[in-house]
């Protein structure tokens, strides 16, 4: 089945660790996205990427980072220069062009 | 700057009954996109619908139905003889272009939290 494939569904990190989220897509999308969700809140956009090798910084990309080193794949990493980041992050994709995005089933990050 | 508000945070209805979840927007763009999404419980977000700012046809799709009024700036959405499995969150959302053209983002409302009771 064509979809978003997001690991690990949930994931525990120590204060100060760097932590990858996996994101990967056999939609053949070009654009992918990276959101976050914190409880009772809307989605944020973190970083999202529109063509292999070039990616562009959302709404609130400090202390994350992403790379596009495949068309398939748009993998997260949580710094620890990211201040409060356990959260529900979502990862999309769309056709270029295209404004209808499609969300994988996310994975929530719990710092402790 | 693009903003969309769903006043409704929680709303808890008995099954069979019609419930409308309200979603206002605010854009200066005059060609723009609205969405619905739903969130069950498992996390994913499941697309509805996409309505372009030309379009105020009312659309219905099943139980579901959407009532799209740009004078007031509204996408509200209506789900009619509601069941447990539309227990979920609600999202709608706006477009916005963004990276030079040719791509999008979406700018969420916070989502209303619909709890349908046997």
């Known amino acids: 089945d064509g979809g978003i494939t997001q690991s690990p569904k949930y994931l525990f ?21 990276w959101y976050r969700q914190d409880p009772g809140q809307g989605l944020r956009l973190i970083y999202y990427s529109q063509i292999v090798n070039d990616f562009q910084k959302g709404d609130i990309a400090e202390g994350y980072s992403v790379s596009r080193e495949k068309k398939e794949s748009f993998p997260l990493t949580v710094t620890s220069a990211q201040k409060n980041p356990t959260a529900f992050y979502l ?10 995005i499609y969300f ?9 | 700057a693009q903003k969309v ?14 419930v409308t979840l309200d979603c206002v927007y605010e854009t200066r763009d005059t060609t723009y996109y609205l969405f619905w999404y ?11 619908i996409r309505r ?32 447990v499995v539309d227990s979920a969150v609600y999202f709608c959302a706006l477009s916005e272009e963004i990276g030079g053209g040719s791509n999008y983002k979406l700018t969420f409302g916070k989502g209303t939290l619909l709890t349908v009771n046997p």
């Not at chain 1, 990190?13 to 996205?33: F, I, P, W």
């Not at chain 2, 508000?5 to 019609?18: L, P």
């Not at chain 2, 105020?56 to 003889?81: D, L, M, P, V």
Request: aromatic share 10%; hydrophobic share 30%; proline share 2%.
């Open chain 2, 38 to 48: 739903k969130q069950p419980p498992s996390g994913e977000l499941v697309f509805l």
């Open chain 1, 91 to 100: 990862c999309a994709s769309s056709i270029r062009g295209w404004n209808t």
């Open chain 1, 104 to 112: 994988g089933e996310g994975s929530w990050l719990t710092v402790v």
């Open chain 2, 52 to 83: 372009n700012s030309f379009d105020e046809q009312n659309e219905i799709s099943g139980r579901y139905s959407w009532n799209f009024q740009k004078s007031t700036s509204s996408f509200n959405f209506t789900i009619t003889a509601s069941q």
């Open chain 2, 5 to 18: 508000t769903q006043a409704q945070t929680e709303i808890s209805v008995v099954e069979k009954e019609d």
């Open chain 1, 13 to 33: 990190r120590k204060e100060g660790q760097n932590v990858t989220l996996s994101c990967e897509q056999n939609l053949n999308h070009d654009a992918m996205y």
